[in-house]
Each structure stands twice: as C-alpha cells, then as structure tokens.
C-alpha cells in the first residue's frame, strides 16, 4: 500500500481525532504530521477474550479461547480458586505466543522442571530476586520426593532441599544440627539433651546403656558431659569423654570390676579421650592460634546402678540428685561441685548462699583436659532403701533447680514409671526458665528388690 493509500484510509487524526479529507498530509487542527503515522498490520482475523457466562455460548471462531479450570483447594483456610496470568493462552497479531512483560514473575510449570519444587522469581529489573514462598498443596509431595531421592527437606518450608552447608535452597533458614536435641530410652533409662535458647551448638553430649554383671543381674549406666565454652571444640570433647566412659564400663563390668572400681577406670578413659584431641587438630579452624593452648575440655558426671548399688562419678560441676519415689522422704545431692563456689564453702570462707550468688561461682576448678591441673576422680556408693529417682544433669537444669528440693519438685510425679517424659519436662522447665545453656538430663529409676536394706 503507498504512503499516499494509507494517508488517504484514515478516517480521523491519530492525534485529535479530527476528520481527515483524502490527501491532507497535515491535520488542520493540531497539525499532526499524518506522514509519520506507521504502516498498519496485515489484516488477521481478531479474537475477543471474553469469559462466557453460565451456560452461554462460547464466541464462534476457532481462535476463541478456552478457559482452564482453576487450581482446586484442599483446604479450608486457603484463599478461593483464583486464575493466574499465566493460565491464559494468548498471541500476538502475528500470531506468535506473548512472551513474559519484563519485570513479571515468571512460573516454573513446565514439564521438566522438578515437580512440586519452588524456584525464584524475578522481583525487578534491578536484579533482586524474590524467594517463592511454598505451595502447601504440593510441599507435602516435595516432602515425600526429597525423602525418596535421600535429599534433606527443609523442616521450616517443608518444600526447598538443604545444601551442604546446612541451608534450606528455598527459604535459607539455617537447619537444626543432630546434637541439637537429642533422646534416648534404653529400658528404665532415659535421656534428652537440647541445645538450650542462647548457645548456637549444644556443646554437652550423653550415653546410656545396659549390660549384666558376672551373675547374670542387670547393670544400668547413664553418663552425662558438659563441654568447657571458653575451652576450643568442647562439643568434641564432651562426645569423646561419655563414648569412652561408656565404653569402659560395658566392658569392665561384665568381667566383675566392682562399680565403684569401674567408675574410677571409666574416668580415667574419658580424660584420656579427651587429652588425644588436643594432639589432633580435628575440625578447629587452621587460623585458631590458640588451639594448643586452648585445649578440648569439658565435665562429666555418671552413675551406675548394679547389684543393690547406687554409684557415681563427676569431675567438674554436673551433678548427680536422688529423688525418693515416696515424695514424703526427703531428696538429696549426691555429688559436690569441682567449683569456685564449693571450694569458698569448703574453706569456711563463705556461705552457701554468698558463695554462689558471686560472679566466680561457676568458674570450675576440675575437668578433663590436657591442660587440667591434676586429675582426681570423685567416686561415691550408696545403697538406697527405698526405690527413687536418680538425676544426673549438667549445670544447665540445675541452674534451674539448685537445691535437692527445688530438684524434686521439678520432676514430675510420674517421671518413675516415665522416665523419658519426665526427662523432657525437665528440660522443658529449664528452657522455660530462660534456657541459656546446654541442657542434659538423664533420669534412672532405681528399684529395691528387699526392704529392710541399710544404707551404705
């Protein structure tokens, strides 16, 4: 078509919309120049996008479009099926599909990508990118896909995957560690362990188990670790020294070494699993300059119960309470703190209360370590002569609960019969309490075959 043709086919100004006489190359009343208006598009046959009524008839065309049904909900408290965008095929007047507007979120629906997982979208041209939040409705099958393919799923979205360095690729929140929180029930014994509300790792660590004596009758064990913060790697070094004390004692108390005996040799196991980690650099930091002389160190507190027995062992300030059945009796602690405070006690220099409402009270004057002064392992019998609770804890219950009878009443009445659940109220009462260290607790019920038994 000439420049002439088409000036002559408009019918009004493109500007003002004026009425345009054949040849004018100018509109008379804004001056349009009408020689700068564009060829117009082959004519194609246009389609109008309309939404059909119930039960009307659809727009006659073959171009006319058919609407998809919109996503179904499965649940009540999710917003009413709504149709996105991207539902809707569309072309141009070349009849080419439209391409996504710039700056537009754009879905990931196509056939080969991941089903079910969320990809990012762009946020805006200035190249910030916004995380897709997950599809309840498909999370729980993302969940199930990441299971099956031995991929970790997020326990925050439900639907991203976890990168090596312990991240969600979808959401970024940072994913709970093993030692984090732990449990354990062995029998009659029980123990939970929690990484607390302030420390970023759960430096203390525990061992339960079960083996027999010589005769045949039952020998039950409970260690319990707190790693030294100010010391380097203590979450290594609590780990180390309740699998090495564990695994003395399972193998000296079937061969008949007395429990206290044994107790004895497990400490010394311990410290010397721990003094090897100073030797071995391990997973510390190549720029830690204080490695060496910062070695591993922490706590360690245990008890057995075998043979009519009650024995335990620490060194440092976890502890060890016994708590009667029978709630009439009174509770007790059965061990005392290798501790600034104690030793201020000790000395007559101060009281109790005094001692421990000082700054230093926490500051621990044993532990094992290569770098501990001389080690003296505490070891201690009882014969109980009636059945009770033991509690072995680190500093992080009974920071909460100090005193034997503040002890007691914090296990639950049931926590005999239940050792594991009154091992999680435990540390529950301790995170309640403001949770700002590691907390680990385990509890032994201790049963009395024959009344009548003295105590040693």
């Not at 629906?109 to 990012?120: T, V």
């Not at 090897?276 to 510390?284: F, N, V």
């Not at 335990?312 to 005392?336: I, K, M, N, Q």
């Amino acid at each position: 078509m000439s420049q002439s043709h088409q000036q002559a086919s408009l019918p009004g100004c493109p500007s003002c919309e004026e009425p345009l006489e054949p040849g004018d190359l100018f509109c008379g009343a804004c001056g349009y120049d009408l020689s700068a208006v564009p060829a117009p598009p082959a004519d194609r046959p246009t389609v109008a996008i309309t939404v059909p009524g119930q039960g009307a008839a659809a727009p006659v065309g073959a171009g006319a479009v058919e609407w998809p049904s919109a996503s179904a909900t499965d649940s009540s408290d999710l917003p009413a099926p709504t149709h996105r965008p991207a539902d809707l095929p569309g072309v141009d007047s070349a009849g080419k599909p439209l391409p996504a507007a710039e700056g537009a979120a754009v879905r990931y629906d196509e056939p080969d990508s991941p089903e079910g997982a969320a990809q990012p979208a762009r946020a805006d041209a200035a190249g910030d990118f916004e995380l897709a939040a997950p599809d309840p409705r498909t999370a729980e099958h993302a969940a199930a896909g990441g299971e099956a393919s031995g991929a970790k799923v997020c326990v925050a979205c439900r639907s991203g995957h976890v990168d090596t360095d312990g991240y969600c690729e979808n959401c970024g929140h940072a994913q709970p560690r093993e030692r984090d929180h732990m449990e354990q029930e062995l029998g009659s014994v029980a123990a939970v362990s929690d990484r607390g509300l302030r420390h970023h790792r759960n430096e203390d660590a525990f061992a339960v188990s079960s083996t027999a004596l010589p005769d045949g009758s039952p020998a039950v064990v409970a260690i319990v670790c707190d790693g030294v913060s100010s010391a380097s790697r203590p979450d290594e070094a609590s780990a180390a020294a309740a699998s090495a004390a564990n695994e003395s004692l399972l193998e000296s108390l079937p061969r008949g070494t007395h429990a206290q005996q044994a107790m004895h040799e497990a400490i010394l196991a311990a410290s010397e699993a721990v003094n090897a980690l100073a030797q071995d650099p391990g997973q510390a930091l190549e720029h830690d300059q204080h490695r060496h002389q910062n070695a591993p160190a922490c706590t360690l507190v245990g008890a057995i119960m075998a043979g009519g027995l009650l024995v335990v062992g620490w060194v440092g300030d976890s502890r060890v309470y016994w708590v009667p059945e029978d709630r009439s009796h009174p509770p007790a602690r059965l061990t005392e703190d290798d501790s600034w405070a104690a030793q201020m006690v000790a000395t007559g220099l101060m009281n109790e209360a005094e001692a421990y409402a000082d700054e230093r009270a926490h500051a621990i004057t044993g532990w094992l370590g290569a770098d501990a002064y001389e080690l003296e392992p505490h070891t201690a019998s009882f014969k109980p002569d009636r059945p009770g609770l033991v509690v072995v804890c680190t500093d992080g219950l009974w920071n909460y609960a100090e005193a034997a009878a503040e002890m007691a009443a914090a296990v639950p009445a049931d926590a005999y019969e239940r050792p594991l659940h009154g091992a999680q109220v435990l540390v529950g009462h301790a995170l309640d309490g403001g949770g700002h260290d590691n907390v680990t607790v385990a509890l032994l019920p201790f049963a009395v075959a024959a009344r009548g038994a003295g105590s040693a």
